[in-house]
Each structure stands twice: as structure tokens, then as C-alpha cells.
């Protein structure tokens, strides 16, 4: 009796123990479950921060939960995002984790190999470029690759293999252009796809990544300030005028504001509702060098440079600073130079003269002055003393004396140009006519005293990386305070 009562509670006891396994186990299940629906809630998340470049926001849903179980691409996210905040170890740890878990994925390594790169892996530049070679088609790895093109091109190019830095130059741009056909598949990249466009000439395909990014946050005031640049680079300054007011005056209308709306207006076409625009600015900063210069700048566009020199006459007279006074100085002379006005140029040069503080640009002009007037060899002369007196400062007139190579190189080869269209004239039994001329001997005199090659500071032809211009109606040369 005893052993039948026993055997039936051991019987019961395993029933509730199985019970319970299986109940477990099913919990356990729906709990897992729940879990990476969790994590794929956060990734989602994220991903829609990182587009819109709020990476702080990013790590704080990336770090709202235990991850230790956490999939590859909660890893991969948070890592771009702790790149981003410049945390660089930590993001080296979660995408080296990534990989570790799905290690055939190749967003994870090309993101792991760029951080490399950026660290100055040279062993990763390659490495990047046979990844691209196998998945060129994967948008991630297609501009990561663009970053190893970049510095291949840029290595190649310092040790003068310039063939070979042109061909990866071109094979950048076309990683980048199959980034941004594919942009779609890489929210979380678009803040360095947008840039990477920008400075790519790809100004529209950036239009069209931030116009996206605005869906989503249409308030956005850093998102609306790079449209503004953007607007620029594809040629609407109207468009780039009319936002960058509304910023001006959703900010506070700050100095800072003003001047960024003056330096869009420069550029925009002449109308009335510009002219009002300029109007409000220089009521409220009527003595800030920037909006009074960028003026100048607008009325000389649109054919009005007399009415711009008695405009920088005028705020001549408010100015309080040595360097404002400088800033209009070098406008009031660089405006009719940029447009070919000679004799105001020179009279320009000898009524604010005395405000320019370095000698050095004094001469720059006087040269450009020469230039106009024809008088090509003294303008070669004067620019190549230039630039053998920059070489010897550590200021910024290193800027003005590539300037200045720039203008002799320029002069040297219109020369010679009119030497070859003379020839062909005289050798088809036609008139040269009066055009002015340099002897060879003096080509040559003046080639000789051209600084040897690596002696000047010359701007880097294969480099990539270069803005729009802020106002390119503002003329070729640099200005002392750059405004």
C-alpha cells in the first residue's frame, strides 16, 4: 500500500516538474522574444537619430539597455555613434564585437577598417579597397571605400605619381556616386554622405539627402543652416537668402546671423526684396566690416560699383577698429580691380593705402595694378618677390604668396599664347597687329626666378576636399580677416 502511494506522489511530482520545465521554457521563449523585438524597436531608433545627426540622443537609446546579448547591428549603430561623439576606443571595442559576431558582414569590417584608416592604419587603406573590389555594390562599404581613395590618391600624389593619384581620384568619385545611388540603404550615413557630397561637387545630390533628412525634422536649425550652404552651391542664393533670414531672425539676430545672411545676399540676384533684406541688416549692424563689405560686394555685382565705393566711403567714417578699417580697405580696392576699373584701382590703392597693415599686400595690389595696365613683366617681377618674402614668414601671407604664383603663372602662359596665335598669324601671311609681347629672353629671365618646385607653399591640385566658396562674387584674392 505504502509502495503504491508512494510511486503515485512520485508521479505527481514529476508531472508539476514537467509542467513547470515546459512552462519555463515557453517563458523563456516569449522573453527572448519580447528582447529582440526590444532591440530592434532601439535600432530603429537610432538609426532615425544618427540620420539626422542627433548622436547624443542616438546613445542614449543605444545604452537604455543591458546589451550583452545585444545583435550585431545594435553594435554596429552604437559604435558609429560613439565614433561620432570622438570616443574612439569604445567604438573600436563594439565594432570589433560586431564582427565578432557576424563576421561576414561587410558594413561591419569596412566600418572597423575605416576607423583604422582614420587612425592611420596604413595596412587598412588596402585592406579597404579589395573589400570594395568584392562588394561594391554594398552602399556602406561604398563609402567607406571613398575615404581609402581619397588617401591613396592624396599618397600617390605627394610622391609625384600623379597618374596613378588621378586614376584612384576618379575611382573615389565613383564609390562615392554608387554611395549616393544607393543612399537609401544607409540612413545612419547620410550626415557623411551629405558633407562627402558637398565637398565632391555633388551639390545636388545633397540637396536632395538634406531635403530628406528635413521630412523628418523640419525645425531643424542645423539641418536648415547646411541647407542654406547647400542652396548656394546649386546656384538658388535667392532660395539660400530667404532661409538664412528666417534662421536670422528665429536666432535672435545676432551679429554672427547677420553676417552669414549678408555673405548669402552677395550673392543674389538683384531685387527689391534683397534690397530690404540688405536694408534691415545694416540698420541693426550698420558698423559690423562683414555686412557693410558684403553690400559692396552685392551693389558692384549687379553694376553698381560707384554706388559701392560711396557706400565704403561712408562706413569708413564709422568704423572703430584698425582692422575694420583694413577689411574696407582691401574691398574698396579689390571690387574695381575684380572688375578691370584700372585708374579707380590705383586711386583706390593710394587713398587707403596707409589702412593696410603688411606691406606684402600693398605690393599684391600695386602688381595687379600693373597687370591691367599691361605692364606684364614688372607685374611677374613684383609677384615673385612676393612670394620669395612670404616664404620667409610664419604669418598667413603664405595664402597671398600662392596667390601671387597663381597670377604669374597666369601672366606667363596668356604670353605665351599671344606668341603662338602671332606666329600662326604671320605664317598665314596675316598682320600680328598690336599686341604686346615679351621677348623669349625675357620669358626666360622671368621663368628663372620662379622658386624651385617644393620651395613655395602650392596648393595641392589632387586635394578633394574643398568648400564652395562662401561668396565667389567677393573676387580671387584673400582677404587679410577674411570676412
Given amino acids: 500500500m505504502n509502495s503504491r502511494a508512494g510511486f503515485a506522489r512520485w508521479m505527481v511530482i514529476s508531472g508539476v516538474a514537467a509542467t513547470l520545465a515546459v512552462g519555463l521554457g515557453v517563458y523563456m521563449w516569449f522573453s527572448q522574444a519580447d528582447r529582440q523585438a526590444d532591440f530592434t524597436k532601439k535600432i530603429a531608433a537610432a538609426r532615425g537619430y544618427l540620420q539626422l545627426s542627433k548622436n547624443s540622443d542616438a546613445l542614449l537609446v543605444l545604452s537604455s539597455v543591458e546589451d550583452i546579448d545585444a545583435p550585431a547591428e545594435f553594435r554596429y549603430l552604437k559604435a558609429i555613434t560613439l565614433d561620432r561623439l570622438q570616443r574612439y576606443e569604445p567604438a573600436n571595442s563594439e565594432i570589433v564585437r560586431a564582427i565578432a559576431q557576424a563576421p561576414n558582414n561587410p558594413r561591419y569590417k569596412g566600418?572597423?577598417?575605416?576607423?583604422?584608416?582614420?587612425?592611420?592604419?596604413?595596412?587598412?587603406?588596402?585592406?579597404?579597397?579589395?573589400?570594395?573590389?568584392?562588394f561594391a555594390s554594398v552602399a556602406a562599404v561604398a563609402l567607406f571605400s571613398t575615404y581609402a581613395f581619397q588617401a591613396k590618391a592624396m599618397l600617390l600624389h605627394s610622391t609625384d605619381?600623379?597618374?596613378?593619384?588621378?586614376?584612384?581620384?576618379?575611382?573615389?568619385?565613383?564609390t562615392l556616386d554608387t554611395a549616393l545611388t544607393l543612399s537609401a540603404d544607409i540612413p545612419e550615413l547620410h550626415p557623411e554622405l551629405m558633407r562627402f557630397a558637398m565637398r565632391n561637387q555633388?551639390?545636388?545630390?545633397?540637396?536632395?539627402?538634406?531635403?530628406?533628412?528635413?521630412?523628418?525634422?523640419?525645425?531643424?536649425?542645423?539641418?536648415?543652416?547646411?541647407?542654406?550652404?547647400?542652396?548656394?552651391?546649386?546656384?538658388?542664393?535667392d532660395d539660400a537668402a530667404t532661409l538664412a533670414l528666417e534662421l536670422y531672425e528665429e536666432t535672435g539676430k545676432k551679429q554672427v546671423g547677420a553676417e552669414y545672411v549678408a555673405s548669402v545676399l552677395a550673392q543674389a540676384s538683384h531685387s527689391e526684396t534683397n534690397e530690404k533684406m540688405f536694408a534691415e541688416l545694416l540698420k541693426d549692424f550698420g558698423r559690423n566690416a562683414v555686412v557693410v563689405t558684403k553690400h559692396a560686394v552685392y551693389l558692384t555685382r549687379h553694376g553698381h560699383l560707384q554706388g559701392a565705393q560711396k557706400q565704403l566711403d561712408e562706413a569708413m567714417q564709422r568704423m572703430k577698429t584698425p582692422e575694420d578699417r583694413e577689411t574696407l580697405a582691401f574691398v574698396s580696392i579689390s571690387l574695381p580691380l575684380e572688375a578691370k576699373v584700372v585708374e579707380l584701382a590705383d586711386e583706390r590703392l593710394r587713398q587707403y593705402e596707409h589702412y593696410l597693415?603688411?606691406?606684402?599686400?600693398?605690393?599684391?595690389?600695386?602688381?595687379?595694378?600693373?597687370?591691367?595696365?599691361?605692364?606684364?613683366?614688372?607685374?611677374?617681377?613684383?609677384?615673385?618677390?612676393?612670394?620669395?618674402?612670404?616664404?620667409?614668414?610664419?604669418?598667413?601671407?603664405?595664402?597671398?604668396?600662392?596667390?601671387?604664383?597663381?597670377?604669374?603663372?597666369?601672366?606667363?602662359?596668356?604670353?605665351?599664347?599671344?606668341?603662338?596665335?602671332?606666329?600662326?598669324?604671320?605664317?598665314?601671311?596675316?598682320?600680328?597687329?598690336?599686341?604686346?609681347?615679351?621677348?623669349?629672353?625675357?620669358?626666360?629671365?622671368?621663368?628663372?626666378?620662379?622658386?624651385?618646385?617644393?620651395?613655395?607653399?602650392?596648393?595641392?591640385?589632387?586635394?578633394?576636399?574643398?568648400?564652395?566658396?562662401?561668396?565667389?562674387?567677393?573676387?580671387?584674392?584673400?582677404?587679410?580677416?577674411?570676412?
Avoid: C
Avoid at 587598412?124 to 579589395?130: C, Y
Fill in 202 to 237: 555633388r551639390p545636388d545630390q545633397a540637396l536632395r539627402l538634406v531635403n530628406g533628412m528635413l521630412k523628418r525634422d523640419p525645425q531643424n536649425l542645423d539641418l536648415r543652416s547646411q541647407k542654406v550652404r547647400i542652396l548656394v552651391a546649386v546656384r538658388k542664393p
Fill in 357 to 483: 597693415q603688411d606691406q606684402l599686400l600693398k605690393d599684391y595690389f600695386a602688381a595687379r595694378i600693373l597687370y591691367l595696365r599691361e605692364r606684364h613683366t614688372e607685374s611677374v617681377q613684383m609677384m615673385l618677390k612676393i612670394v620669395k618674402s612670404a616664404g620667409t614668414r610664419k604669418d598667413g601671407s603664405q595664402v597671398l604668396a600662392q596667390e601671387a604664383l597663381a597670377w604669374v603663372r597666369q601672366i606667363l602662359s596668356e604670353k605665351v599664347l599671344r606668341e603662338q596665335m602671332d606666329d600662326m598669324l604671320k605664317s598665314a601671311g596675316l598682320a600680328g597687329g598690336p599686341a604686346v609681347k615679351v621677348r623669349v629672353a625675357d620669358e626666360q629671365e622671368l621663368q628663372s626666378q620662379t622658386p624651385p618646385e617644393g620651395k613655395t607653399p602650392v596648393e595641392n591640385p589632387a586635394e578633394p576636399e574643398k568648400q564652395p566658396p562662401a561668396d565667389s562674387a567677393a573676387g580671387s584674392v584673400p582677404s587679410p580677416t577674411n570676412p
Fill in 161 to 174: 605619381k600623379s597618374k596613378a593619384a588621378e586614376h584612384h581620384h576618379r575611382r573615389k568619385m565613383q
Fill in 111 to 134: 566600418l572597423e577598417l575605416r576607423f583604422r584608416l582614420m587612425a592611420r592604419d596604413k595596412s587598412a587603406l588596402d585592406q579597404l579597397l579589395v573589400l570594395n573590389r568584392d
